[in-house]
């Protein structure tokens, strides 16, 4: 699944995370007296394959709990995965040696929802973008100060306050600082997660205009995770869409704006508020968003699908190619 | 600038709201006039800090020191609710007048059961209404706000909701007596687009059956697009630009309006930089001498360092600016 060019800069193949719910003390003692309590298994990510070009900006979206930060931060190295494979420019990591698995870590950059829950309080501006570069030798000490400032002009910080610390930022400037320190260690991808969800309208389009030249100039590949549909239809070449730690659709953006394959996406493009679209009339939504504790068996999106079938209740829809470049998990296509 | 001019349910003149701080005196709100119509629905729109909540709060008497209501009139039916003895406020706000918060814990109790308080609720409205029926219409309205089985949440505290299912249960206790006006203060902020969906269905319904009226508070200018029949949008405390829903979306007259609109992705075509505002908003502490705008406003002038007041440049439309965008052909931006 998902063509594997020689542009491929990162490919997923049916990679997989489990938590696992650990039993409290009361749960602990039942089990002990002989109730059938278990420990609980959220499959957060649940058996995913996706392919992203260098140079791209793939969006990722779904709703809240649908595990778009644990598949983002699988694919940054920062959590490990329970089962499948990432392989970055070619090369597996699970048999990456290890100067290659810290070169990887490098460049694959993560900028995180909350600037200032990502940035230590107590470090200045300086230190906290120059201290990473500093120690994977890309500046010298003696150079770091105007390395810093170079790194913070590009992302459109005064320099001038390279001294002061996180809280003397308004949030938009502190979410420049979590751009500038990636940026810092020369990545050639960013895992955006939910990246300018924090911020006001007018500093959103600052930072997304930002976004979008650093992609320009330093020539940057994007996994840019948000829950904002028409930001990420703004500033994606493609679309990945996940329900429940499965992708359900893959397609280029405006193919899936036109004509959205699966029943889930369809339902989702439906409800999102968009500036021409006045005086709605709102309709009730069917079903709820079910626990990821407990999914439905067979499609998961089955128990609110108006197309569903009893196949579906049953047997899991592949993600396959519908068209060139497009994939969907729906058994609906199968009849086509 | 009133929208719809007949008998207004509220009518707010002129609202000033100070905060008394030792850092300085904080003008959260200062001359903010709106009315809001029968059945209306009025989008209360601008970016954090410009007043938004403050105004919802002074309207149902909940603003608390250092901030004070320091001026102006809140006619709620034609009477005015500044200054209403305590009780009385109180006996409006759990009947006619509903806030929605953006953290639902401040509707709910974390100490009691949903079912009690939902009949409560019901109660002190109605005391003549049997405990079973309050119930029955208590289930009925966590159904309808799209809780799954509401005869078994009913008997849940509110802790053992997720989020998103707790504000729904706020939203269904603020439903409850069918109030006259309801203040929804970004009550969907946090939630998915399918919930999100399923609430503004209830809230319109609820205005389109009952005439309720309502101030859907929010910085999501496409909500508002799709869901309001008026809209104000305010900057540093002030309302800089209000009127009809279409009118102003589609032809915005003051500059932060027309930036604001501008630098919504939806607005611009794929890939595309976005319009943006330059700079970011001023410290209510530290406001520049005349329009509060003028920093970050491609129009500012001489004449900008004098306040602008309200004018009606456009039948129906209110606008604080010394030079609005008058000519139609105008480019956003521009
Ligand atoms: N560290 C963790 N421990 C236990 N469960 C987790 C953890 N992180 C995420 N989850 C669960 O995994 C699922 C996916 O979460 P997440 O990836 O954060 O979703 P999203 O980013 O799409 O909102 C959720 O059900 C969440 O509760
Ligand atoms: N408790 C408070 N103490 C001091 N100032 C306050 C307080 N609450 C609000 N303010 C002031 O009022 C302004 C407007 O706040 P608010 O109405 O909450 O903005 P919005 O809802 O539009 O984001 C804030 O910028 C702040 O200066
Ligand atoms: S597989 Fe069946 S239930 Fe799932 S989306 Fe397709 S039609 Fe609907
Ligand atoms: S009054 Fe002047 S500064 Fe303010 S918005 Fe109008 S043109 Fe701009
Ligand atoms: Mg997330
Ligand atoms: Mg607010």
Redesign the pocket.
């Known amino acids: 699944m998902s063509e594997k060019t020689n542009d491929t800069m990162l490919t997923v193949d049916n990679l997989s995370k489990n938590?696992v719910?650990k039993l409290d003390l009361a749960g602990k003692i039942a089990q002990k007296l002989g109730s059938n309590i278990r420990e609980e298994v959220?499959h957060?990510?649940d058996g995913v394959s996706l392919a992203i070009p260098k140079g791209s900006v793939v969006g990722l979206v779904?709703?809240?709990?649908?595990?778009?930060?644990?598949?983002?931060r699988m694919i940054a190295g920062i959590l490990r995965p329970t089962g499948g494979d990432i392989t970055y420019k070619g090369v597996s990591i699970t048999k990456m040696s290890g100067d290659e698995a810290a070169r990887a870590a490098l460049q694959i950059q993560m900028i995180f929802q909350d600037p200032f829950a990502s940035l230590n309080p107590r470090m200045r501006v300086i230190d906290i973008i120059g201290e990473a570069p500093l120690t994977h030798g890309f500046t010298t000490a003696a150079e770091k100060d105007s390395y810093v400032c170079d790194v913070m002009k590009r992302v459109g910080l005064d320099p001038e306050y390279r001294r002061r610390y996180p809280h003397q930022f308004s949030g938009g400037q502190r979410q420049r600082i979590g751009i500038a320190r990636a940026l810092a260690v020369n990545p050639e991808f960013l895992v955006c997660?939910e990246a300018i969800a924090a911020l006001d309208v007018s500093i959103q389009a600052q930072v997304i205009n930002l976004f979008m030249d650093l992609r320009e100039d330093l020539d940057l590949t994007y996994l840019f995770?948000s829950h904002d549909l028409s930001v990420v239809k703004h500033i994606s070449d493609r679309i990945v869409i996940?329900y429940l730690?499965r992708i359900v659709e893959i397609s280029p953006t405006d193919e899936l704006y036109a004509d959205p394959n699966h029943p889930y996406t369809q339902a989702l493009l439906n409800e999102v508020p968009q500036l021409e679209h006045r005086g709605r009339d709102y309709k009730p939504v069917e079903g709820e968003i079910p626990s990821?504790?407990d999914p439905p068996s067979g499609c998961h999106f089955h128990p609110r699908c108006p197309h569903a079938t009893d196949r579906c209740a049953t047997e899991r829809p592949e993600l396959r190619e519908i068209a060139p470049t497009r994939w969907s998990a729906c058994h609906l296509n199968d009849e086509a | 600038m009133s929208v719809k001019d007949t008998s207004p349910t509220l009518e707010v003149r002129n609202l000033q709201t100070h905060f008394f701080t030792k850092a300085g005196d904080a003008k959260a709100v200062d001359g903010v006039s709106f009315s809001v119509g029968k059945g209306e629905i009025m989008g209360l729109v601008g970016e954090s800090g410009s007043g938004k909540s403050v105004t919802g709060f002074s309207i149902i008497g909940l603003v608390d020191p250092p901030g004070n209501v320091v001026g102006g009139e809140v006619l709620y039916n034609g009477k005015n609710l500044v200054g209403l003895p305590d009780e009385q406020m109180r006996q409006l706000r759990g009947n006619r007048i509903a806030m929605i918060f953006q953290d639902p814990m401040m509707t709910l109790n974390p100490v009691l059961r949903v079912d009690t308080q939902m009949v409560e609720t019901i109660l002190a409205h109605d005391p003549s209404v049997s405990k079973q029926d309050a119930l029955a219409r208590s289930r009925d309205a966590l159904g309808r706000v799209g809780i799954p089985a509401p005869d078994e949440r009913l008997r849940s505290y509110p802790h053992q909701f997720s989020g998103g299912m707790r504000q729904r249960v706020a939203i269904a206790i603020a439903l409850l007596n069918k109030p006259d006006l309801i203040i929804a203060d970004e009550p969907t902020t946090a939630l998915d687009v399918t919930i999100q969906g399923q609430i503004l269905y209830e809230a319109q319904k609820l205005c389109r059956e009952t005439g309720t009226s309502m101030i859907w508070i929010t910085h999501d200018l496409a909500v508002v697009a799709g869901l309001a029949d008026s809209i104000c949008v305010m900057y540093g405390g002030r309302v800089v630009e209000q009127g009809l829903i279409n009118d102003v979306l589609d032809h915005p007259v003051h500059p932060y309006t027309r930036g604001l609109l501008g630098s919504v992705p939806g607005a611009n075509s794929r890939g595309t930089r976005l319009y943006q505002i330059p700079g970011m908003a001023p410290s209510l502490l530290n406001l520049p001498q005349g329009c509060a705008f003028q920093a970050r406003c491609p129009r500012a002038d001489e004449a900008c360092l004098v306040e602008p007041q309200i004018t009606e440049p456009i039948a129906g439309r209110g606008v604080r600016c010394c030079h609005p965008h008058l000519n139609a052909e105008e480019e956003i931006g521009a």
């Open positions: 938590f719910k959220v957060a990510v779904g709703e809240s709990g649908c595990g778009k930060s644990t598949l983002g997660d995770i996940m730690g990821p504790l």
